[in-house]
């Protein structure tokens, strides 16, 4: 029997640092920052940001928690902070990590001073972000609070789709020319990893790349040479003669022999929808006829995803959960 009772986690950093050289290829001279909130989409983020230093410009994490614990760990490229500052103790706590911070508008901007900010600019997703046409007069208030305007960016919100992604591009140039002609100095950047993947006039001073990083492309847009970065394992924890008809909570339509239960359900990320072993899996485990130590129960997020009608993106950072995770190609 195995001495473990959680689920193992085997991340191949060697994956995700081919995945980084790729994009770098993709967006040429354009800098790269490395997209590691939510733990770096469930693979770790202070192990991939640590081996991603040197090789991409820096790293995007959602809230200041995130950015703080890169700190600690080490990290010491530029961390930008997506979600606009919302009060006085987030901007010290920016100033404490160094860590640079998103401003969508005056209210974040008052908490703003000695920090590097990058102005979130509202091109269509309504999110965050000051509106079109605002940007120059969110900067030159920004200065005024004595805080360093060094970039503006946004997100698109349907870059598959041409007109909408088209009509995006142009309020950011827009907004881009005006910015750029009183502050010559800062970066933009307006595309994710699927405008890294459509190139040409959207990958601007710096691209932002989260999905791709782990191996799977945005909706609408194909995996190319990414690599996939992780597999999680169940582990069994016994195998035993079957009493009665039962398997997990249904009945077995299949005679069995034996059975062996593995420790993975529900609780740790993966959906109670999409069947592992030979039923519907419990909160906490699932029964199968294999007899392995270890059964491979996730290797593909877009795959597992159309299963459960659902994302890559939730997918990945559901179903390391309670698991323990191993590094390898590190």
């Keep these: 029997m195995n001495d473990m009772q959680t689920t193992l986690s085997v991340i191949d950093l060697g994956a995700i640092r081919h995945n980084a050289r790729y ?31 040197g090789l991409v410009y820096g790293f995007c994490v959602a809230i200041m928690q995130e950015g703080a614990a890169l700190r600690v760990a080490g990290v010491t490229s530029p961390v930008l902070v997506l979600t606009p500052v919302c009060c006085a103790e987030e901007a010290e706590e920016a100033r404490f990590y160094g860590l640079q911070v ?13 920090l590097d900010c990058h102005i979130k600019l509202n091109t269509g997703m309504n999110r965050y972000g000051c509106p079109p046409g605002s940007a120059l007069k969110l900067a030159r208030l920004l200065t005024e609070c004595g805080a360093d305007v060094c970039g503006m960016y946004s997100h698109l919100y349907c870059p598959h789709i041409r007109r909408e992604r088209d009509a995006q591009l142009d309020v950011f140039n827009r907004e881009e020319k005006a910015l750029k002609a009183a502050y010559p100095h800062i970066v933009c950047h307006l595309s994710a990893s699927a405008g890294t993947m459509l190139g040409g006039s959207f990958l601007k001073d710096g691209v932002r790349c989260g999905i791709a990083l782990y191996g799977y492309a945005p909706h609408g847009f194909e995996r190319g040479g990414l690599k996939r970065a992780l597999t999680v394992y169940a582990p069994k924890v ?10 997990g909570y249904a009945v077995a ?46 290797t593909d997020a877009d795959e597992y995803a159309a299963c459960c009608g659902t994302i890559s993106y939730e997918v990945l950072c559901s179903v390391t959960r309670r698991s323990e995770r191993v590094y390898v190609n590190g």
Excluded: W
């Design 23 to 53: 994009l770098k290829k993709l967006c040429g001279g354009s800098r790269l920052y490395a997209v590691v909130k939510a733990d770096a989409y469930g693979h770790g983020a202070e192990r991939v940001a640590l081996s991603l230093e």
């Design 102 to 114: 998103s401003v969508g508008g005056a209210y974040a901007a008052k908490y703003c001073r000695g």
């Design 238 to 247: 016994q195998t035993s003669p079957v009493c009665g008809k039962g398997v």
């Design 253 to 298: 339509k299949t005679g069995y022999d034996i059975l062996s239960a593995y420790r993975a359900g529900y609780a740790d990320g993966f959906s109670r929808t999409a069947a592992l072993g030979e039923a519907n899996l419990c909160m906490d485990a699932f029964v199968s006829a294999d007899t392995r130590p270890f059964v491979p129960v996730f």
